[in-house]
């Protein structure tokens, strides 16, 4: 008697084409970007429910603010004002500063930097991928956000915006294995490139001569290179600078001084010198500088 139902593949040949048609999407999408448009448009769609997820938590967070005893409240209001007190203190002083800094640029001739514009941002999620240090915060398009802006917070840089939808956007943070940022450092104005690791709390100065003056405890600032990250912002602390015996390079390590695992508010700048990235495009984090143009870089900034 012939079945109904006719028998249809089985069920390894089916896993097999599976297989076969993610891995080619993969590559397709990693080295021609074919599903940019596509990323784009789904995170648009599916930014009111990231909004309608968060809601609980932020209803939570509110009810818990409104709860709080009256005592503490007016305690929290008293702390508050003895800070706004101290910190207006130092306002006065900073006007001074500030008064003095601009006649010493005037006797020197030199430019004066205007303040650039910023925008407070908030985190929605972060990428569940433990190798992908990425995280989604709730500004896009509709307000200005572009690829490759930098981004930072009250401690120092966190990174740049990776892809931007309507109304979100994706943020590659600075330790991610991909992304390398320049840098110098503060006390001798030595110029390298710091790049990801893949671990929250650690930095690599890739490619440096076992020579280079980096110490334990340098501060690492942005150097403004390549007109992505304005210059002067603190990225890092030098905790390791040693050398590997039979290795030609030194291995320097730093850590961040943003705690990368506890973001919350983030700050958009917006540069003078706007990188020119296509909307169909997605942003290439700044490539680490071979070993050759690295040990030049050195030598040259000595």
Do not use: C
Not at 205 to 214: H, K, M, S
Not at 223 to 250: C, H, I, N, W
């Amino acid at each position: 008697m012939k079945p109904i139902f006719g028998r249809g593949p089985s069920l390894q040949l089916r896993l097999f084409l599976a297989v076969i048609i993610s891995v080619a999407a993969i590559v397709a999408d990693s080295r021609f970007g074919v599903f940019t448009h596509v990323r784009v448009y789904l995170s648009s769609l599916v930014s009111p429910l990231q909004y309608i997820a968060n809601a609980p938590g932020t209803l939570l967070d509110t009810m818990s603010t409104q709860v709080q005893t009256r005592s503490s409240l007016i305690e929290q209001t008293k702390q508050q004002e003895q800070q706004l007190f101290t910190l207006r203190s130092r306002l006065l002083k900073l006007d001074q500063l500030e008064h003095e800094n601009q006649r010493l640029r005037e006797l020197l001739g030199s430019p004066v930097h205007k303040e650039s514009r910023k925008m407070v941002a908030e985190l929605l999620s972060v990428d569940s991928d433990p190798f992908s240090h990425q995280v989604l915060i709730n500004k896009g398009a509709l307000d200005g956000v572009y690829n490759g802006q930098p981004v930072i917070n009250d401690q120092g840089v966190v990174g740049q915006v990776l892809h931007v939808g309507s109304t979100t956007s994706r943020v590659l943070l600075i330790t991610d294995s991909s992304h390398g940022i320049p840098v110098r450092v503060l006390r001798n104005d030595l110029r390298a490139i710091a790049s990801g690791s893949g671990e929250l709390d650690k930095l690599e100065l890739r490619n440096l001569p076992r020579n280079t003056d980096v110490q334990v405890g340098d501060l690492l600032v942005t150097s403004g290179l390549g007109g992505r990250f304005p210059e002067g912002y603190p990225v890092a602390t030098v905790t390791r600078s040693d050398y590997v015996e039979g290795k030609p390079f030194a291995q320097i390590e730093a850590k961040p001084l943003v705690a990368l695992d506890r973001l919350r508010y983030l700050l958009l700048l917006w540069t003078d010198k706007k990188p020119e990235v296509h909307d169909d495009e997605a942003v290439a984090p700044v490539a680490a500088p071979s070993a050759a143009t690295a040990t030049s870089a050195a030598e040259a900034t000595r």
